[in-house]
């Protein structure tokens, strides 16, 4: 029965767009019935996961497929739980939002290819997440791939939307040949392309290529830097809640990849933990400093994820580092954080990315330059962006915390070891630490920028509440956040269960300990916030007789205006400029100098390394070298075909014995 329920909510899920190919254009009947669908369809999935992991639940199914070395086989567990709970959640709500901010009336070009491919990736996300034969698998990968590009491109009429989802896909079939490349040698150890049972790889000679090649295609669809460059563009040309589940969910599935793969494996080499962990530790640093130098919200919040792919792959590289020196708790804690900040970003990105889609939908613009002083027009889209924004900073009382807080433990719990490979995962808390102190000053930058001061233009001065189809979703995820940050004990059990199926030897293990004193620390922090909001409400009825008109304080100015606010680049010039060897930032204006300086200004543009510097002009010159060679190889002169002929026979001949 369980099964059964749970493929049912995989069909539902798939065919939810269809009913809206059938009716007119202009019918809002279609996307209604969407997201009936889609709601049925990931209760169902809820209720089939639930039952698949009691104890008594079967969490099989085998179909034969006619396809040589295939089979339709899924199973549910633990492990897969942890990466479908959060597509559940996120997927309905993102279809409920999507009523408010790309109604089918106002986008009747695109708004039935959007729900379609939405349906479709949740569909294929969900088959992905439970295969347990290699094919089955690429043929999810390959669906969820190929619906992620129509998303991307739902406007295709904007250049930069092509030109985000060429580089998508591109990125994307490149990290795919990979995961062929992986499988087709799994198949030729194992035998078939079944998944082998949990620690029954040997890691060397084709084991140790089946690694790397997951860690390569897998980290490509994750975005761990340097492999990031197709995620930046993709996330900002989707419309805002196909960016969250691609944000939220979708780049999980290479988390979730190299987490199904590394348990395959007897023993963990020393050296993958550290790669692994120095991966990390470069997308979180380097991610977050790219995100500071961003002036495109939404472009901004794609670099947050890099960041966040950065921590869970730190917690990763500890538990892998923790099982190669026999550290039962080092695995534990690693692979338990890394876990728990897979479910936390697929949450409040989500819910960030709502934010920034209310706020785009209101002032019609990405540019964060040009917003300013939306919390009095958008009051609970501003609560909810800085329940988000305080959440992705790992702040108590949210979620962000505790899932940094294991990952701290684990890396903190190498430092008594005996084996010197275990404490290089001490370099981890360094890392999250600079990784923390980051984020939290660029969504200083963001939240002040957007939602405080005064409108820098026309639209921001416009600008209106988002409708409650939006803002329920956003306070859905709120409240998720916060739940997980308050009671981080309940989500305990699912962890612990996980943990076991990636390393079976931790079945004697318990995460209770670890989290102990996070229920104090969460009952202090939610006493600081109850403090804060009768403080709030006393001084609102204090100000109520207060002229609703009156500007932010101006430090004394007699005459503020939106000039003298910050801007984008000038709050970010001090922290990017101290990466500015690495991010390679360009610097524009004259520096204000004398008691009565010039009039000045100043901006600042930081181009993707990898993608703007390196691979854009490389494939430049390849193309362009290709075009001479063309010119010359095909220069429409019969002699010189007859040569190649010739010189093609020649070589044949002197190949075949």
């Known amino acids: 029965m369980a099964i059964g329920l749970f493929m049912t909510g995989v069909l539902l899920m798939l065919g939810s767009g269809f009913p809206g190919l059938l009716m007119p254009r202009e019918s809002e009947g279609g996307e209604r019935i969407f997201v009936a669908l889609i709601l049925l369809g990931s209760l169902c999935g809820v209720v ?21 070395g295939a089979a339709f086989s899924l199973a549910i567990d633990p492990l897969s739980a942890v990466f479908l709970f959060p597509l559940f959640l996120v997927a309905p709500l993102g279809a409920i939002y999507g009523l408010g901010y790309w109604p089918q009336r106002d986008h009747p070009n695109n708004g039935r290819q959007l729900r379609l491919f939405y349906g479709v990736i949740g569909a294929a996300m969900v088959l992905l997440l439970t295969a347990r034969n290699g094919l089955l698998f690429l043929f999810a990968w390959e669906a969820m791939a190929l619906s992620g590009f129509f998303l991307i491109t739902t406007e295709d009429n904007r250049s930069d939307a092509r030109r985000a989802g060429l580089i998508y896909l591109a990125a994307t079939h490149t990290g795919t040949l990979a995961l062929i490349a992986l499988f087709a040698l799994l198949e ?20 140790s290529a089946i690694f790397f090649l997951g860690l390569f295609g897998f980290g490509m669809k994750a975005g761990l830097m340097p492999l990031h460059i197709w995620l930046p563009g993709a996330h900002a040309a989707a419309p805002s809640h196909a960016s969250a589940l691609l944000s939220g969910v979708m780049i999980k599935t290479g988390i979730y990849g190299l987490v199904r793969l590394t348990s395959f494996y007897a023993a963990i080499p020393p050296s993958w933990g550290i790669i692994v962990l120095a991966l990390g530790a470069i997308s979180g640093i380097l991610g977050v400093a790219l995100a500071i130098a961003q002036h495109d919200i939404k472009r901004l919040l794609a670099y947050h994820s890099v960041e966040n792919i950065g921590i869970i792959t730190l917690g990763l590289g500890i538990a892998l580092i923790g099982r190669s020196s026999q550290q039962p708790m080092l695995v534990l804690l690693g692979i338990s954080g890394a876990l728990l900040h897979t479910v936390n970003h697929g949450l409040f990105k989500s819910l960030l990315f709502y934010g920034a889609g209310a706020v785009i939908h209101a002032t019609g613009s990405r540019q964060i330059d040009g917003m300013g002083g939306l919390l009095r027009r958008m009051k609970w889209t501003g609560i909810c962006f800085l329940g988000g924004a305080v959440a992705i900073c790992g702040l108590p009382p949210f979620n962000g915390f505790v899932s940094e807080w294991l990952i701290y433990q684990g890396a903190l719990h190498s430092l008594p ?46 600008a209106h509440p988002a409708p409650a189809s939006m803002r329920l979703p956003m306070l859905v995820l709120l409240l998720a956040c916060a739940w997980i940050g308050l009671s981080p004990w309940t989500v305990a059990p699912l962890l612990q269960r996980a943990a076991t199926v990636w390393s079976p030897s931790l079945a004697p293990l318990t995460l209770a300990a670890p989290l102990a004193h996070l229920p104090m620390i969460g009952a202090l922090a939610w006493s600081l916030l109850l403090l ?78 990898v993608l703007d510097r390196a691979l854009l002009p490389a494939a430049g010159g390849i193309a362009w070298l290709s075009n001479r060679l063309r010119r010359f190889i095909q220069n429409g002169h019969t002699s010189f075909y007859l040569l190649y002929v010739a010189l093609t026979l020649i070589v044949l001949f002197a190949l075949i014995p």
């Open 532 to 609: 804060i909001a009768v403080a709030g409400f006393w001084i609102a009825r204090r100000s109520r007789k207060a002229p609703r008109d009156a500007s932010t304080w101006g430090c004394g100015y007699l005459a503020p205006t939106p000039r003298m606010q910050y801007s984008a680049s000038s709050f970010g010039d001090l922290i990017v400029g101290l990466f500015r060897v690495g991010l390679l930032t360009e610097r524009h204006g004259e520096p204000v100098a004398g008691p009565f300086p010039k009039p000045s200004t100043f901006s600042s543009h930081t181009p993707d390394a």
């Open 417 to 462: 070891g005996s084996v010197s490979a275990s404490q290089l995962a001490l370099l981890a808390a360094p890392a999250l630490a600079l990784i923390g102190g980051l984020a939290l000053a660029c969504f200083v930058k963001v939240f002040g920028l957007v939602f405080l001061g005064e409108p820098r233009q026309e639209a921001a001065a416009r």
């Open 188 to 207: 030729g150890i194992c035998g078939s392309f079944t998944f082998p049972p949990a620690a029954s790889l040997a890691a060397g000679g084709a084991g």
């Open 48 to 68: 089939g996961t639930l039952l698949s992991l009691a104890p008594d639940g079967n969490a099989a199914l085998n179909l034969p497929w006619p396809l040589p």
